[in-house]
């Protein structure tokens, strides 16, 4: 079977769409493992750091399987090879984390009124319950990490509204990178970072809309400038 090569402009993007038209084609199959680096990247024409991000992007996205030691393997269904996350990921054109703050501050601005508006007594419990949990696991980056991911899903949910609810699900494998990477920049100021997120919590549960968004548009920004120092600092903005 002849490959052509892809093209070299955008050649991240060129290569997730050779590897789906493959998949398509049934040269790759879903279950099984990929050939090695060196070999995929030979076959697809493309350098190897350009296809290690490829493969990184896909495994965001839920299509592959990076096992460290054993190699790189295709999910076993398509039922994560969604569009509408490819067409957000091609068109990024900036450093990705970047592009995703400013999709969450716009976003979960929203969420987060919506939130103030709608929330029960259910929805409140749950926000509480991951906020209590943040603060016992201010010295655990991990633990930290994951239940400020169930915060923002608590916030979601209360929030009840279908489609944002259906577009973040589709997007949460890239927001949960995003928000994972963001996370780890913090450093040192993880106590600052549990007060930000117990003051959304506050204005929802207070039912106030305005001061809900603000808040969680303020808590982002503030992120977002962590980690372009940070970020900076080391050289890798946007890696």
């Known amino acids: 079977m002849q490959i ?3 093209q070299k402009t955008s050649v991240v993007q060129s290569a997730i769409s050779k590897i789906k038209e493959l998949i398509d084609q049934k040269y790759f199959k879903f279950g099984e493992r990929l050939p090695p680096e060196r070999e995929l990247a ?3 024409g493309i ?3 350009s296809l290690r991000e490829a493969l990184r992007a896909l495994s965001i996205l839920g299509i592959v399987e990076m096992r460290p030691g054993s190699g790189s393997y295709l ?3 398509m039922g994560d090879w969604s569009s509408d996350p490819f067409s957000l990921l091609f068109h990024l054109s900036r450093p990705v984390h970047i592009d995703l703050f400013e999709a969450r501050m716009g976003i979960e601005g929203v969420i987060a009124e919506l939130a103030a508006k709608k929330r029960t007594g259910e929805d409140l419990e749950n926000m509480e319950a991951a906020l209590q949990s943040m603060r016992s696991s201010l010295k655990n980056k991990k633990e930290y990490i994951k239940y400020e991911i169930k915060f923002h899903q608590a916030i979601i949910t209360a929030a009840k509204n279908t489609i944002l609810e259906d577009f973040m699900e589709k997007m949460y494998k890239i927001l949960y990178e995003s928000r994972k990477k963001t996370v780890e920049q913090l450093k040192d100021v993880y106590k600052e970072s549990y007060i930000e997120h117990d ?3 506050r204005h929802i549960q207070k039912g106030d809309p305005k001061r809900a968004r603000k808040a969680m ?3 982002l920004t503030r992120v977002e400038k962590r980690f372009r120092q940070n970020t900076e600092k080391g ?3 946007g890696r």
Do not use: A, D, Y
């Open 4 to 6: 052509e090569p892809v």
């Open 42 to 44: 030979k076959l697809l």
């Open 47 to 49: 350098s190897l750091p």
């Open 75 to 77: 999910r076993s269904s």
């Open 199 to 201: 003051k959304i919590f």
């Open 217 to 219: 548009t303020e808590n």
């Open 235 to 237: 050289g890798c903005l």
